[in-house]
């Protein structure tokens, strides 16, 4: 990709990522945001305005504090705390736990979608099979899958002890997901 391609792809980006005129931003976390971020470059306006929502608790409403914020990083325990706080609040969100890891954790999925996509999600998971193993589908079954099933995009981060921000930044971003109104979400 050239550099001007990806200058002009941010740029659209960063246009259809303005906070929705109606909806409330959380004024505290812009402020904050903005002092913990040493240059201007990097930050982004895709971060820089959570909103705030009066039925879905935000991450700081559960943790205590913003994520991002020095010196805080997130118990594993509390990470899964505020998924499961999140799903207990919103229709967008199913929590599903997988198995353990070998220290007796829990491994989950967090799914995020429209009420809708959670509601309809097994089938939609059968379908996607389906789709991955197509022998036995005439071209017209195939196309009909395709026409009523959803893509399911997946993003993973803190595989490894060391990796601290994706887990963080996870939680931040399936809020952003379920209560942000912006023409990009």
Do not use: C
């Amino acid at each position: 990709m050239s550099r001007r391609l990806a200058v002009v792809l941010f740029v659209v980006f960063a246009v259809l990522s303005t906070a929705s005129p109606a909806q409330t931003m959380d004024p505290d976390y812009a402020a904050r945001v903005k002092d913990w971020t040493t240059k201007p470059e990097f930050i982004s306006p895709l971060v820089d305005h959570p909103p705030a929502s009066a039925g879905v608790p935000s991450p700081k409403d559960v943790l205590g504090h913003h994520i991002g914020a020095p010196k805080q990083l997130t118990y594993y325990a509390d990470v899964l705390r505020y998924y499961d706080t999140l799903a207990a609040h919103s229709g967008r969100v199913k929590v599903l736990r997988i198995g353990k890891t070998e220290e007796g954790r829990d491994s989950v999925i967090v799914f995020v979608g429209s009420e809708d996509s959670i509601a309809h999600l097994d089938e939609n998971r059968r379908n996607l099979a389906r789709l991955a193993d197509p022998r036995g589908l005439t071209d017209a079954e195939a196309h009909a899958l395709i026409a009523k099933t959803k893509p399911i995009y997946t993003l993973s981060g803190g595989l490894h002890s060391a990796e601290l921000g994706p887990p963080e930044m996870l939680m931040e971003l399936a809020y952003r997901l379920v209560t942000e109104d912006s023409p990009l979400i």
